[in-house]
């Protein structure tokens, strides 16, 4: 099981990522990675099993811990899929991204025809390099050895890409070059008002999912962002998945506190927010 409230698992088959733009600055996943190492590192080679992937990935800087950029693919978990029966939503590659640069297609491949035998799952993929996993679209069917066909070759797969802030909103053209269907945005952590309705493809996306940054450092969300995009969303028939407001939270300029540290609880912001804010089902 998994905490990310929007799928029922993550599946991470390749290890490692580098930091690309302001949502990566306190990346949870360098954190966990660097948890995963320590274990690693406490049993003998032999015995580390998939925890190996994380020993080269994270390194520990004079700032804090980073990532390498070296990735590890994991052979073994490529299985994972195939052992649950129940049909299951998982995040693919939270520990990393799919369309790293450093990431070989026969790789990618390789996890691919994972997806496309284990058609009961449905697998959420999330980028933040939308052009590279453009380009690997457009050979797709090639690279699977699939017969051609307009219809794009794994229907059980949803492909998004992170927008945290206007900079980055480019990000949603990279995405339409794909022929995927189901196209997802993953707004978090939200840094700022989105201008995403701007956007002519903003209604061909099936699910928006927001929410504010956690943890220690955790940088300031604002409610009124979140309403905005939940309208943005509503006004386009977008499917609005609000994950949790964060740790650093304000609303009309007052910082608010919640019981878990993710502010996760909906029935704990303000009731007027409530209704808009209030969880999709995709």
């Known amino acids: 099981m998994t905490k990310i409230q929007w ?3 993550t599946w991470n088959p390749i290890i490692g990522c580098s930091k690309i733009s302001e949502g990566c600055s306190n990346c949870y996943a360098i954190d966990q990675a660097w948890r995963n190492r320590a274990i690693a590192l406490n049993r003998p080679p032999e015995a580390r099993g998939r925890l190996r992937g994380y020993v080269d990935a994270v390194k520990k800087e004079d700032h804090g811990i980073n990532w ?3 990735l590890v693919l994991l052979p073994e978990a490529l299985e994972i899929p195939f052992e649950v029966k129940k049909p299951t939503t998982w995040f693919v590659n939270s520990m990393g991204d799919l369309f790293h640069e450093n990431i ?3 790789w990618i491949d390789q996890v691919m025809e994972t997806m496309l035998a284990t058609y009961k799952h449905r697998y959420m ?3 933040k390099r939308p052009e590279r996993m453009a380009d690997y679209c ?3 069917r090639q690279r699977l050895g699939l017969p051609s066909n307009p219809k794009f070759p794994i229907p059980n797969l949803w492909l998004g890409v992170s927008i945290e802030n206007n900079r980055v909103s480019k990000r949603l053209s990279g995405l339409m070059k794909t022929n995927c269907p189901n196209k ?3 707004c978090e952590p939200l840094l700022e008002t989105l201008h995403l309705a701007q956007y002519p493809e903003f209604h061909c996306i099936k699910l928006v999912i927001a929410g504010g940054e956690s943890g220690a450092n955790a940088r300031i969300c604002n409610l009124e962002w979140a309403v905005e995009l939940a309208m943005q969303c509503i006004d386009a028939g977008v499917p ?4 949790q407001a964060g740790s650093n939270v304000q609303w009309q300029g007052v910082k608010l506190k919640f019981t878990t540290k993710h502010g996760d609880v909906l029935e704990e912001l303000p009731k007027e927010l409530q209704p808009i804010l209030k969880r999709c089902r995709f």
């Open 125 to 127: 993929v999330l980028t």
């Open 104 to 106: 070989p297609y026969d």
């Open 240 to 243: 609005f998945f609000f994950k």
């Open 138 to 140: 457009q050979q797709i």
């Open 184 to 186: 997802f945005l993953s």
């Open 7 to 9: 799928c029922d698992k």
């Open 68 to 70: 390498t950029g070296d």
